[in-house]
């Protein structure tokens, strides 16, 4: 059976299973999500952490809820569209696309009122008691008006085009979350057009290319603002000469992103996501947000030209794409209002070794990024560049960032080395830098090859081979949990293991020939991959720690994942409880398992951790009556990463790093009690109690980070075996 009919029948499996399945064994997944998107909000709403982190955390659940809306709901709606409205899997509810969409908008609604409530009546005010205002025109100096007139008229005015909807200017297309103003129009102009009578909608497109908020000058040494839109809006009446402006409104449209591929052999992937990416800014609309003020008449125009229900309209009590605050963070210079500056653990060479090489032929190194600097990895790579010796190198890409120095360093090996590399074209909203990247790879002389159609690559990966002092020809790996992105690396949490041990690195290379020729290997061992080993291990790894409880023996099961929605996994950790296993899952998003039901579940207990940095490692441990075993890797247990991606997950072995990840890791988040949630049987989250000390594990780690040298000894271990 191939790969893509294996993944296919096992969806079929899934989807069978989850129709035989009792719903309310579930939480809906799109439930759970905007329940994730609270304990976000939460954090803005939370007046103990610094009030411009705050603002960031309102920010990035602006950003979350434009993705759900133009990928889920988008999704939905293209379900219903295609005549698709039967009950859905018990992870969905068990409810009709449409049902679903009845109880989402309600939920969403309730959201950006309380989105705006944060903004308003907590965030807006602690700024201004710091001198950092966002101002409104009417209330600028004469000044700052001056300044902000300099501004729009050497930087704004020559970017703008006002156009007018009428039989000779029909309404222009207006992009995927472009923030546009309208205005209604009446003609007052004598003579010839005299006859034209009541009203016409304007529109003007605010540049995506200008900062959302304009600095102004202030008297009194604070830091004031004031917003793009506003500043435009102020001068409407010098673009619309000859009419009187009736009333004028921010809005912003947010269209289905979703990228629709079909296998074509007269199409190169590339070009198929190039096509598909065109099209996705201009795809359907499915939701519109226009300011609280703004008039029935512009609201119901624009819902009409925008073919959309009233339920997909929005009002927002403040400015329109609340995202765009993430720049008040870093244009105002206030250290005391932020998160205080941290450096991370820099790994350092054993005092006898050469270079890094001489350390992994003696020993593994696992870091624990950011609490670890993701320097180490940059120079692994790097050093497969400029190092001589080394004779190939092959990489995965999923997301990686703007002047990124390992991708640097790709283009330097290609020029001298055999490079392959792995580009995902599919990695939602990088598709564009990723095709950039693939071409100056390939323009570089590098091997670029894009995976196994309709399987994204989404595991870590890099393998260089090198031919050693002694003559030997050795394999040396990274694999990760997290994306090859030195940028991001700096506030995501990820585990990286370097290595060269013969086992791992034979298997990484198998991955690779996987995923370049579709060519299976008879063995991905000690490799968990998907969609072809992992989710069958998983699920004999939990049956296996069933067993061990039912036979008196050690038993238990520490997760850690993004996301948990697999229900075949699920189910296996229902089983598992039933037989006396302890289950503690530390769940960062959406969760559609029901934890605590005695009978059911009674000893699975979840917890989700928001805080500074966001959660994003993978980690798997398992007792094994008394052998214990521990993973981590680049999936969570949801069926895209299981059965629609190549994921990668690795077992550390190593005594020493694998405490490390039990107790200090994994520890930590299991004693937190101060920015973890617990998942109450009924889907609400709590706060953790405050037992004892208050203890916040992301502090914790930056704390052992900044401690003594001799952390070098838990980083890495000597190899045992």
Known sequence: MTTKKRASAKHTVAKKNAEDAVPNLFFSRDESWLKFNQRVLEEAQDATNPLLERVKFLAITASNLDEFVEIRVAGILQRIEDGFNQPQAPDEGGLTPQERLDTLSVSIESFVREQYRCWNEQLLPALEAEKIRVMRWADLTSAARAHALKFYQNEVDPLLTPVTIDPSHPFPRVLNKALCIALLLRYKRKGIAAARTGTVLGVVTVPRSLPRLIPLPTPDGGTDFILLHELIESQVERMFRGYEVLSRSAFRVTRNSNLYMQEEESRSVLESVRMELHNRRKGDAVRLEIESSATEEIVERLRVNFELEPWQVFHTDGPVNLSRLMNLASDVKRADLKYPEFKPHDYKLQPKSADLFEDLRAKDVMLHHPFDSYQTVEEFIEAGALDPAVISMKQTLYRTSKDSPIFRALIEAGLSKDVTVVVELMARFDEDSNIRWARELEDAGVGVYHGIFGLKTHCKLSLLVRRDPDGVVRRYAHLGTGNYNPVTSRFYTDISLLTSRPELTAAVQSVFNYLTAESESETYEPLLVAPLTMADTFVRLIERE???????????????????????????????????????????????????????????????????????????????????????????????????????????????????????????????????????????????????????????????????????????AKITS
């Open 546 to 716: 069933a067993e061990h409880a039912k036979a008196g023996l050690k038993s238990g099961i520490v997760a850690k994942v993004n996301g948990l929605l697999e229900r075949r996994v699920i189910e296996a950790l229902y089983a598992a409880s039933q037989a006396g296993v302890e289950i503690d899952l530390i769940v960062r998003g959406m969760c559609s398992l029901r934890p605590g039901v005695k009978g059911l579940s009674e000893r699975i207990r979840v917890r989700s951790i928001v805080g500074r940095y966001l959660e994003h490692s993978r980690i798997f441990s398992f007792a094994n009556g008394g052998n214990p075993e521990i993973f981590c890797g680049s999936a969570d247990w949801m069926a895209r990463n299981l059965h629609e991606r190549c994921e990668v997950v690795f077992p550390v072995s190593d005594v020493t790093l694998a405490k490390r990840l039990r107790d200090e890791i994994l520890g930590s988040y299991l004693k937190d009690n101060t920015k973890a949630r617990l998942l109450q049987p009924d889907g609400d989250y709590i706060r953790a109690p405050h037992e004892g000390k208050p203890f916040n594990a992301q502090q914790y780690l930056m704390s052992l980070a900044q401690g003594p040298e001799e952390l070098d000894t838990v980083v890495a």
